[in-house]
Antibody
Framework: EVQLVESGGGLVQPGGSLRLSCAAS????????MSWVRQAPGKGLEWVAN????????YYVDSVKGRFTISRDNAKNSLYLQMNSLRAEDTAVYYC?????????????WGQGTMVTVSS | AIRMTQSPSSLSASTGDRVTITCRAS??????LAWYQQKPGKAPKLLIY???TLQSGVPSRFSGSGSGTDFTLTISCLQSEDFATYYC?????????FGQGTKVEIK
């Protein structure tokens, strides 16, 4: 079964850090671009970042540039999001999603999401 | 960033109705448009990509059309399991952006 499972969410104070993980199974992880997409409570979807198959290219939405870092470990079939200098507006459910084999594509597989709450 | 605007923001409909949701891009995106369905507490599900291509396993009552700046998602005969929120997404350029969503509610 093709599956993405996120972990690592939780409550963190403003200015703090958190590392999210996404474990992939059921497909050849190293063949796909991968993304993080977030959804603030009661709000719509916002693409956060994506990464090329070999990790050589990474793209970010402006609001997280310089604070978040996307990475992957193809040997472990895992995607990561290191989040630093967290702000209240980063509070959201974070989903990992499978892109296609090209940089820009629809997201055909999604994880169940992990909640990140930034609050003092 | 390309702005995606959906209309309406919400609608009430009955089982069996034909429902149409529109999505407008602030600039041309060719056919690089996807539609997603999201139910409360669940992850989004891909319905349509490339503006009109049905994702595998999605019922044929869903269809998409359009190119350039104007797009449409149609549900030909609304079923009880279709009550959800629908989002369009452009993947023509970075940052990939979503519409604000259209909530389809039971009349």
């Amino acid at each position: 079964e093709v599956q993405l499972v996120e972990s690592g969410g939780g409550l963190v104070q403003p200015g703090g850090s958190l590392r999210l993980s996404c474990a992939a199974s059921g497909f050849t992880f190293s063949s796909y671009w991968m993304s993080w997409v977030r959804q603030a409570p009661g709000k719509g979807l916002e693409w956060v970042a994506n990464i090329k198959q070999d990790g050589s290219e990474k793209y970010y939405v402006d609001s997280v540039k310089g604070r978040f870092t996307i990475s992957r470990d193809n040997a472990k079939n895992s995607l990561y999001l290191q989040m630093n200098s967290l702000r209240a507006e980063d509070t959201a459910v974070y989903y990992c999603a499978r892109d296609g084999t090209y940089a820009l594509d629809a997201f055909d597989i999604w994880g169940q999401g992990t909640m990140v709450t930034v609050s003092s | 960033a390309i702005r995606m605007t959906q209309s309406p923001s919400s609608l009430s409909a009955s089982t069996g109705d034909r429902v149409t949701i529109t999505c407008r891009a602030s600039q041309g995106i060719s056919s690089y448009l996807a539609w997603y369905q999201q139910k409360p507490g669940k992850a989004p599900k891909l319905l349509i990509y490339a503006a009109s291509t049905l994702q595998s396993g999605v019922p044929s009552r869903f269809s998409g059309s359009g190119s350039g700046t104007d797009f449409t998602l149609t549900i030909s005969c609304l079923q009880s399991e279709d009550f959800a929120t629908y989002y369009c997404q452009q993947y023509y350029s970075y940052p990939q952006t979503f519409g604000q969503g259209t909530k389809v509610e039971i009349k």
